[in-house]
């Protein structure tokens, strides 16, 4: 791995203080090129803009994919990032989905570490910020010729994260529009998946909800995921979620809030869950909590469903009653270092690259 | 429109023998950016690499849309474009669904005269040659945060195309993967579909076939598009074609193909045709032909069609027996400026840059 320090670091505290997600860059940034059927060296150099021609693939084509992980600090300055493997798992899994090459362990996780390594100063402390970790993919040979590229660059960002989503958010099923076909792209965290989903979010902001539930594309019977994030849905004392399939995001915090959820004595299913049974509940008072799970948000509360025309208001729980509060803080307990970590999720950041 | 002509123009003749699609660009391209809500002024320069933040937010959610279109060269060195009021309603009907801003006909149209008007010398005049234009529109917005850019880049590019897919294809028609959901944006030309596409078509070129017809995306039993083509079944002497939808690209193509087939007399329905009803006509000796209609490739033929594990071999038909032979060379007399154009598809491209 070829490391290019910056000559001067732009760090300053201020940063910590932005409301922003994802524009706050850190000092460096990781690249490396895939041509002639291999990757090069990895190179951690300064962050900044990178000469493209706008014959690039991915701008035609559509071939990227990405992670999102985080880096948070613990009091004792350590920095830990949380299942990076899975991460890097799922990234290859989407890679091959998307008929682009596999990125090695070498560059992937051993670049994940070393720039965080280097950019240790820009992982906040506070308790719910973190330094977001972008791994990105993106095709760039130069041709407009609608087949897969031969050439590609794999990328490491790192943005500031401040507490996300604090107030719960309401959302609405999807009726009509839908994100993942069977047989499609749905598990793979590919652009496409996103830019499909913005206007039918835009089109239920118009209806007065943040987000959409995304349903089966088939008959919008069954719920699938929320917004960006999987979704969990408590019935009584149940907590249920859709198992993963071709449509839906394995996640990873879902992966880790279930396994907590399980270990914490909750009653956990993983089945489909149907829109009517979610409405059912509603309607007899056993629809107690809705919420998302995803690695920007951790996890984010709603207070009101969309079903058809009519707005379901959710009660607050208490955050002693509420799953979603018990399960956020137990997740984030071990990301921030603050509570034991009996499954091995958190990976300290060893100090080497600046030794 | 800001025209920055190149110093010395790359252009030679040589750039006429290539036999590869969408790789020798021309002297120029254009480039407009939106920002702030609005479109700047376009710019034509000479083509070459912008400079791009790997933060861009196409290369992490994916948000792009492109056209395809093509310039040709009659004897008389006048210079045609096809059509070009489809590409750009459809462009800003793609723009809808991908929640990107509408690019206005100043910048579009304009746009795409103003740069053949001043990259003639690179339109081929040989038939089957053309100059392919490629506006495209990517995000550019500095932010990996998962929501709809504010910033873009619209961009127009000319590469040269020769004659593309002489030879007859074979086409696997798709029962586990899709293309297109229900509520999706399979009728909007955003990079997703193509880079969704690329995997399947790679396992159906194991299995020994060049491409994919897609199916429904609930049951595989209707069929929607071929490759990166609208797919047309001739049963008997009746030409068939799906009815374009959510699901399916209303092609340029496609439409003059229909035209041009009404007005030859061809029993023409616009339908959805089953795959049980092509294999039924396939072993009953009715399924004549099954092409593919596309801007860059005008009218590709199949010979192969894939139900299942079963090969079916199409027999070739003679030049006048064949209704894409007899429809592909009307279509492309017109567009090469050979036949009357009674339709008014034909746009002359005047001299006024260069005057």
Redesign the interface.
């Known amino acids: 791995m070829i490391i290019e320090k910056i000559a001067e670091s732009n760090f300053n505290d201020s940063v910590f203080d932005s409301k922003v ?3 706050n ?1 850190s000092d460096h ?1 990781l ?1 490396a090129h895939y041509k002639d059927g291999k990757w090069d060296e990895p190179k951690i150099m300064p962050y ?8 690039a693939m ?7 994919i ?1 992670e999102g992980m985080k880096a948070y600090k613990n009091e004792d300055e350590e920095v830990f990032i949380f299942r990076p493997e899975k991460n890097f798992e799922r990234f290859n899994k989407s890679a ?4 682009m090459p596999e990125v090695p362990a070498e560059i992937f996780l051993d670049g994940v570490k070393a720039i965080v390594d280097l950019d240790r100063q820009w992982v906040p402390k506070d308790y719910g910020t973190s330094l ?1 970790l ?1 791994p ?1 993919m ?1 095709a760039t040979e ?7 590229s031969n050439e590609y ?1 794999f ?1 490491i ?1 790192l ?1 500031f994260a401040p507490s996300y989503y604090e107030k719960p958010l309401s959302v609405k099923i ?1 009726d ?10 749905g598990s793979a965290k ?7 989903s ?3 979010t ?1 089109e239920a902001q118009k209806d007065g909800y943040d987000q959409v539930i995304w349903t089966d ?2 008959e ?1 019977k069954f719920i699938e995921e929320a ?2 994030m999987n979704v969990m849905v408590r019935i009584g004392n149940k907590l249920l979620t859709a198992p993963t399939s071709e449509r839906i995001l394995n996640g990873v915090t879902r992966d880790s809030v279930l396994a907590l959820a399980k270990d914490s004595g909750i009653d956990v299913e993983i089945r489909p869950i149907s829109v009517e049974e979610m409405y059912e509940a509603y309607k007899s008072g056993e629809l107690k909590e809705v919420f998302g799970c995803g690695t ?1 948000v951790v996890v984010s509360t709603y207070n009101a469903i969309g079903f058809g025309d009519e707005r379901a208001e959710l009660a607050p729980l208490s955050d002693e009653e509420s799953f979603a509060t018990q399960l956020k803080k137990k997740l984030k307990d071990i990301q921030y270092g603050i509570a034991e970590d009996p499954y091995g999720w958190r990976v300290k950041i060893e100090e080497t690259v600046n030794a």
């Open positions: 997600f994802g524009k860059f940034m690249i900044g803009p990178i000469s493209v021609t706008p014959a991915s701008f035609h084509y559509g071939q990227t990405f091959v989905r998307l008929n977001y972008r990105v993106f130069e041709a407009v010729s609608a087949r897969s660059i990328c960002l943005a999807a009509f529009y839908s994100r993942a076909a069977q047989g499609g792209v590919c652009g496409g998946n996103y830019a499909a913005f206007f039918p835009s594309s088939i919008h917004g960006t920007a």
